[in-house]
């Protein structure tokens, strides 16, 4: 593993690595280690998942750790497609599943249902499991607009009441899902989603953020140099109290 640039943005810790799989062995190994010491501190870990092709190896990683105690996990994840087909592949619900949900035996998968009759009422519900259950690590990446989850800076909000909400997404971000290859053209992406607030992730203990690949490299970079506004959503991290940032030199090309 190679680390090219290892430096504090605020109060997050940002490395930059020369390959995708270095960002996500790093990345998987440490929200292990982290996983892992709290559960020597306590019966049960809340653990929130994002759900997107960036988070591959660094699900890989986590999984392959073997003294993780999966059945004192809890798992949620930050959004999902309003109204999008529940068997579509690019369904969150359906990613987490395929990568980890399926593979280990958690004490319970807690999912946020896009096809829920009232998508609002479905929000407030999720909203209330995650106030019940305040999340002690979130694993997430960052958007091409700089979102996380589905904040996209439209709708972005640091002092936002709600945990969870139903939000319409940015067309970039939308013409995102079609570059990951999770959609064949735009006018298939979903144009709503429900999906956990800044507020929400936030609340989390512990954050690791992997951001790969070229496409993120301006989103990088707002991260990093600009002021800490909703305009980059992601630049929150950097005022979080235990929040660690990793790139590979594609999306870190700017910073190095």
């Known amino acids: 593993m190679s680390i090219l640039k290892d430096f504090y943005c605020d109060k997050l810790r940002v490395r930059v690595f020369d390959s995708r799989k270095a960002m996500g062995d790093c990345a998987g190994a440490e929200a292990a280690e982290c996983i892992k010491k709290l559960l020597a501190e306590k019966e049960t870990v809340n653990v929130m998942f994002a759900a997107a092709p960036s988070q591959n190896e660094t699900l890989a990683k986590i999984c392959a750790d073997p003294d993780i105690d999966w059945t004192r996990i809890n798992a949620y994840h930050m959004d999902e497609y309003v109204g999008l087909d529940p068997t579509h592949p690019a369904g969150f619900r359906n990613y987490l599943r395929r990568t980890i949900f399926d ?16 998508p609002d009422a479905e929000a407030m519900r999720y909203d209330r499991l995650l106030r019940e259950n305040p999340i002690d690590v979130c694993i997430l990446g960052v958007g091409e607009n700089g979102h996380i989850a589905f904040n996209d800076p439209p ?5 936002d009441p709600r945990f969870v909400k139903v939000v319409e997404l940015e067309q970039r971000c939308r013409v995102q899902q079609v570059n990951d290859g999770c959609f064949d053209r735009v006018e298939l992406v979903p144009t709503h989603a429900l999906s956990v607030t800044i507020t929400g992730m936030c609340n989390a203990k512990h954050m690791f953020c992997s951001v790969p690949a070229a496409t993120k490299a301006e989103a990088i970079t707002h991260l990093v140099n600009d002021e ?29």
């Open 155 to 159: 709708v972005a909000d640091f002092n």
């Open 103 to 118: 593979a280990k035996p958690f004490k319970s998968v807690n999912l946020i249902n896009g096809n829920a009759d009232d």
């Open 228 to 256: 800490i506004t909703t305009a980059c959503p992601a630049t929150i991290l950097r005022l979080h109290n235990s929040a660690f940032l990793y790139t590979d030199a594609d999306a870190g090309k700017n910073i190095l």
